[in-house]
């Protein structure tokens, strides 16, 4: 008996896994599998779409309303690219965007770091209830400020300019909030260290703080850049003219002159003004997701 008790445990000891943890680790395994197929699922729905449009944006015309679905064009017609492009000012329409939205997020960066090192590293009076204005100014809708922006901008006379579009989102909560927590987890001793060697104030900032919030400050980033790409609203209410239009503006406005006419043509456009932001997510999708698994939310 003790012989065979014996040759049981050292054959569970070189399998790994003992009898009794065989279940619970069939279970987990099982579950790994099922989350697994949820989320390429999940994924396949979401993606589908985009690579319907890009095929039909790849199509001749009389291709696109055929019997059986082709996902492959045949033959490959890039030609759709260069029509929207002497159709409308695309080119012109990019430029604005970016302007805009790098615009912006220069801005934004010294703006929340400033304010999130002000938070996180300096002791004033009221800092807690100013801390708590921030919090709530990321509640509030933006649709619910349209008309004091608006206002503000038309009193200051830049209607109708890219400065207009950029003016309200020169500051964020969010980003404050997200750098104040990012800051919070720098000890103590990295700060009374850098100031022994001469390197405080805004050079601390610079030389310790931004390096060691990288991560945050890509996730921030981008957030940004998706967020005033996408932008549509704002931009539509502060200008009325084709020279500072941006790209959401321009698509839409392509929409209404082409609907119902060309669906290789919408589906090129909706290219052309989607993909770079999937090329800089996928760029940058690791640093994006490790800001918020390790400087995310604690502190």
């Not at 029509?83 to 970016?98: D, K, R, S």
């Not at 404050?176 to 805004?202: H, K, M, N, Y």
């Not at 239009?245 to 989607?274: H, K, N, Y």
Request: net charge positive; aromatic share 12%.
């Amino acid at each position: 008996m003790k012989s065979d008790t014996r040759r049981t445990i050292q054959g569970d000891q070189k399998g790994g896994v003992s009898s009794a943890a065989l279940p619970v680790v069939t279970f987990l395994r099982k579950k790994k599998i099922f989350l697994h197929v949820i989320l390429m699922a999940v994924a396949g729905i979401t993606i589908v779409p985009y690579l319907w449009a890009l095929s039909t944006s790849l199509k001749t015309r009389a291709a696109v309303f055929t019997p059986e679905p082709q996902w492959i064009p045949n033959p490959l017609v890039l030609i759709n690219y260069m029509e929207v492009f002497n159709m409308a000012p695309f080119g012109l329409y990019l430029v604005n965007t970016i302007i805009v939205v790098l615009g912006v997020l220069a801005v934004q960066i010294f703006t929340v770091t400033t304010a999130a090192y002000a938070f996180s590293r300096l002791t004033f009076r009221g800092s807690n209830i100013l801390f708590v204005f921030f919090i709530i100014q990321m509640m509030l809708p933006v649709h619910a400020i349209i008309v004091p922006n608006y206002l503000t901008v038309r009193h200051l006379g830049v209607l109708n300019t890219r400065l207009a579009m950029m003016l309200p989102f020169f500051a964020s909560g969010y980003g404050t909030f997200l750098l104040r927590q990012a800051f919070r987890q720098v000890p103590r001793d990295f700060e009374d260290a850098a100031v022994i060697d001469g390197c405080s104030g805004p050079m601390f900032i610079v030389r310790v703080l931004m390096p060691m919030a990288k991560p945050t400050f890509v996730a921030f980033g981008l957030i940004s850049i998706v967020t005033h790409w996408n932008d549509f609203f704002w931009p539509l209410v502060v200008t009325d003219t084709p020279s500072v239009r941006t790209l959401t503006l321009g698509l839409a406005m392509f929409v209404q002159q082409e609907s119902g006419a060309d669906w290789t043509l919408l589906m090129a456009a909706t290219i052309f003004v989607t993909a770079p932001l999937l090329v800089l997510f996928v760029v940058y999708q690791r640093k994006f997701i490790e800001s918020f698994m390790s400087a995310g939310l604690k502190g």
